[in-house]
């Protein structure tokens, strides 16, 4: 079956950069691009970018183009998201979500709450 | 880059009613590219519907969705108690945007 496996939560200081990552498993990692999605406290989803796990190539959100940048590990099956210069708006719980190809995403991590005060 | 706006915020509703969920585009929005998803507290959102009205694998046929061009709709024709939750749209055009979510609640 189709997981997909975040790393834990994080604390960081404010200017820090943060790294989650997103483990894949149960189907063929390179066939499904991966998207990156947030959600602050209390507020709705936000998406961050996606990565073409096959050849890499990336497409951010013009609101996170400067601080964002997606990778990935064909050979661990795993995509990675980091986020620089963090403020305390970037208190949120990030998901990586698995995009179907034709429009949608049909799975979701479990979710990484990155905490960012001083 | 189009945005999604949906309404009304919150739904008060009781088990057994009607839902009524509006999702509207900025710019027209291919159907093949509309979804919808469902979350509830504490947990990831779940597909349930994709090209505007196709039901995901598992989805009850009480779910429904329809719309096209700038206007959409999600119906849930009989709500159940474990459909309480907050739903938001999808699509997918030169970029990806979600709406800004409508939380079903029980009244």
């Known amino acids: 079956q189709v997981q997909l496996v975040q790393s834990g939560s994080e604390l960081k200081k404010p200017g820090a950069s943060v790294k989650v990552s997103c483990k894949a498993s149960?189907?063929?990692?390179?066939?499904?691009?991966m998207n990156w999605v947030r959600q602050a406290p209390g507020q709705g989803l936000e998406w961050m970018g996606w990565?073409?796990?096959?050849?890499?190539?990336?497409k951010y959100s013009q609101k996170f183009q400067d601080r964002v940048t997606i990778t990935r590990d064909t050979s661990a099956s795993t995509a990675y998201m980091e986020l620089s210069s963090l403020t305390s708006e970037d208190t949120a719980v990030y998901y990586c979500?698995?995009?179907?190809?034709?429009?949608?995403?049909?799975?979701w991590g479990q979710g990484t709450l990155v905490t960012v005060s001083s | 880059e189009i945005v999604l706006t949906q309404s009304p915020g919150t739904l008060s509703l009781s088990p057994g009613e009607r839902a009524t969920l509006s999702c509207r585009a900025s710019?027209?929005?291919?159907?093949?590219?509309l979804a919808w998803y469902q979350q509830k507290p504490g947990q990831a959102p779940r597909l349930l519907i994709y090209g505007a009205s196709s039901r995901a694998t598992g989805i009850p046929d009480r779910f429904s969705g329809s719309g096209s061009g700038t206007d959409f709709t999600l119906t849930i024709s009989r709500l159940e108690p474990e459909d309480f939750a907050v739903y938001y749209c999808?699509?997918?055009?030169?970029?990806?945007?979600f709406g800004g979510g409508t939380k079903v609640e029980i009244k």
């Open positions: 999808q699509q997918y055009g030169s970029s990806l945007s």
């Open positions: 990565i073409n796990t096959g050849n890499g190539n990336t």
């Open positions: 149960g189907y063929t990692f390179t066939s499904h691009a």
């Open positions: 710019q027209s929005v291919s159907s093949s590219f």
């Open positions: 979500a698995r995009w179907r190809g034709s429009g949608w995403i049909d799975y």
